[in-house]
């Protein structure tokens, strides 16, 4: 089940990141990202990964490492309700956890390490979901989402951020 979710499978705002993905097949979407995210990140130099495009904004490492947090908790939300755990999850306050990651003193070298470990989680968890979890529900931050929206949210946040790494902080 891995053609683009309906409207009602996700609040309005998901679709900043549901969008952004091509195509039908999520999980060949999530897989070519694993590569091209994955050489982008080992482009970047140890000194360039803490360069902020402006003042109090999120550094490159920052960056990544809320990247590399919100996977594992859209991931961890798609497992919870595709095994129907039925209680409904709190919201991941981002900042929150980029304060609390102190990701400029991890190296580049190992967030880009912990993305494709964490990518690589991801895609053996959708890859192993029954087709009936697919379109299963709960309530995450106070919405209604299903499975395979979550399954598209981390594929568009990735893009999304993708595309501001290149945009805003030069990478290419």
Known sequence: ??????????????????????????????????????????????EASLKRYEPGKWSVREAVGHINDTER????????FARAMGVELDSMDQDVCVRHAASDAVSMAALGAEFAAIRASTLALVKSLPEEAWLRTGVASGKTVSVRALVWIICGHVEHHARILRERYGLS
């Open 1 to 46: 089940m891995t053609g683009k979710p309906l409207a009602n499978e996700a609040a309005e705002y998901y679709w900043t990141y549901i969008g952004k993905v091509g195509g039908e097949d999520v999980i060949a979407a999530l897989e070519r990202q694993a590569a091209e995210f994955g050489a982008l990140l080992g482009r970047v130099s140890e």
């Open 73 to 80: 908790v859209f991931a961890f939300r798609a497992l919870w």
